[in-house]
């Protein structure tokens, strides 16, 4: 397996941890632990020019070349590994999603939605879009989730997707968090009726959270977020 060292601009409650992971400016060179390939990953566009820099940095310490990607980056994704870019718990059961929402950086960087073969083990599921899954595969991952604790849906939940059989599933595990979308007037509906579906499933609210991002309308921006 191939040692890869990990570089990224600051630290995050996503970010991995472990002896090839730095975090900013490279260390003294005889700090450097041996690998094979260094990699600054990039998330966010604000720190782009600040992870260009860290990768020159790194290649002037260390005489390697050093790899800039992540999804700040343009990196196209792929298969999920656990723990390489993000922290061991997280984990992805499928890439992509079928919506399409102009908005979304998803469709130019994952495409459609893609049910990964593996599911690896993790109490939190970062799906772009979980429920547009076959009942099939969300059944593997349910039966994952069933060894889990603290379990949180963390991708972000299509409201108008919930339904019984996600219900009587999440139900049987033991979920701390439940993240929905609610990105647009279109979608307040619901997502307003999948938290009343959640409440009277015997979900307290204080574990059902919402997306809700906004834009130029800011009286529209504002209604939603009082209305959820």
């Not at 600051?10 to 002896?19: A, I, K, N, W």
């Not at 940095?57 to 992540?70: F, Y």
């Not at 700040?72 to 656990?82: E, H, I, M, R």
């Not at 099939?136 to 994952?144: I, L, N, V, Y």
């Amino acid at each position: 397996m191939r040692r890869i060292l990990r570089v990224f601009p600051e630290r995050t409650s996503y970010t991995p941890t472990g002896d090839l992971v730095f975090i900013g400016r490279p260390p003294f060179k005889e700090m450097i632990p041996e690998h094979d390939e260094i990699h600054v990953s990039c998330t966010f566009t604000w720190d782009y020019d600040e992870c260009k820099l860290l990768k020159e940095e790194w290649e002037d310490r260390t005489g390697s070349e050093v790899k800039l990607g992540g999804i700040a980056a343009g990196s196209k994704v792929g298969k999920f590994t656990p723990g390489l870019y993000i922290k061991n718990g997280f984990t992805f059961t499928s890439r992509g999603c079928d919506n399409g929402c102009p908005w979304c950086m998803v469709p130019k960087l994952e495409g459609g939605l893609r049910e990964l073969d593996i599911i690896h083990p993790g109490n939190i599921i970062q799906d772009n879009n979980f429920l547009q899954c076959t009942r099939k595969h969300k059944d593997r991952a349910f039966e994952m989730l069933r060894s889990q604790h603290s379990i949180c849906f963390k991708g972000g939940l299509q409201a108008d997707l919930i339904d019984d059989h996600f219900l009587e599933n999440i139900k049987s595990l033991r979920v701390a968090e439940l993240w929905l979308a609610c990105d647009s007037s279109g979608a307040l509906p619901g997502a307003v009726d999948a938290i009343n579906k959640l409440s009277n499933a015997g979900f307290k609210r204080k574990k059902i959270s919402c997306y809700v991002l906004i834009g130029d309308d800011m009286d529209e921006n504002e209604d939603r977020c009082r209305e959820i």
